[in-house]
């Protein structure tokens, strides 16, 4: 896409995404598996996750996109 920002995640219904003090937290619903990808508000790729469970990513406060989904961190 011409934003920069990637592919849609196809396990995104599965995921919880939330910001908390110095980090984003990935959830994937019931057990399952899920992939995020986290860019800053730039559109730079910050990372590429898979989840399985709950996974927190450290982060310097900022508003992120994960999913399509603007995540403050503070």
């Known amino acids: 896409s ?5 592919a849609i995640n196809p396990d ?3 995921l919880k995404v939330y910001g ?5 937290v990935l ?6 598996k ?9 559109g730079r790729n910050i990372g590429q996750y898979f989840v399985e469970g ?3 990513i450290s982060l310097p406060s900022g ?7 603007k ?3 503070w």
């Open 54 to 56: 709950r996974k927190e």
């Open 2 to 6: 011409s934003s920069g920002i990637g």
């Open 12 to 14: 995104s219904s599965k």
């Open 71 to 73: 995540i403050m961190v």
């Open 63 to 69: 508003i992120y996109i994960v999913d399509k989904q």
């Open 34 to 42: 899920a992939v995020a990808y986290i860019y800053n508000i730039d």
């Open 27 to 32: 959830e994937s619903a019931n057990e399952g």
């Open 20 to 24: 908390t003090c110095g980090s984003i």
